[in-house]
């Protein structure tokens, strides 16, 4: 499974953007995905997961009621609606997939596709 990320950019705090992963592979629906991100300085942190059995979600407490994280397995893709920016959001943002489970662990996704840049401006 390749992954490509996609969506970032500039926004204001309060503002909303939302990225898009896809993927290739036709076993797509078979993957757990999740998204994680990485400020300057800072690890790499988890921000949210779908499932891939019934896509049920899970977020971290950082973002929960904000973000939202979807799938569309016919398309091959996966998305990360972003709602009420605050600055703490800024990172570069990836998605991630893992086979038949949802994690918020890193060592669980085999597959990682590129960042995506999103800044969030006072």
């Known amino acids: 499974v390749q992954l490509q990320a996609s969506g970032g950019g500039l926004v204001q705090a309060g503002g909303s953007l939302r990225l898009s992963c896809a993927a290739s592979?036709?076993?797509?629906?078979?993957?757990?995905m999740g998204w994680f991100r990485q400020a300057p300085g800072k690890e790499r942190e988890f921000v949210g997961a779908?499932?891939?059995?019934?896509?049920?979600?899970y977020y971290s407490g950082s973002v929960k009621g904000r973000f939202t994280v979807s799938r569309d397995n016919a398309k091959n893709m996966v998305y990360l609606q972003m709602n009420s920016l605050k600055l703490e959001d800024t990172a570069e943002y990836c998605c991630?997939?893992?086979?038949?489970?949802?994690?918020?662990?890193?060592?669980?996704?085999?597959?990682w596709g590129q960042g995506t840049q999103v800044t969030v401006s006072s």
């Open positions: 592979g036709r076993t797509f629906s078979s993957y757990g």
């Open positions: 991630a997939a893992a086979p038949y489970r949802m994690s918020t662990r890193e060592s669980d996704y085999i597959y």
């Open positions: 779908i499932s891939w059995r019934d896509s049920s979600t």
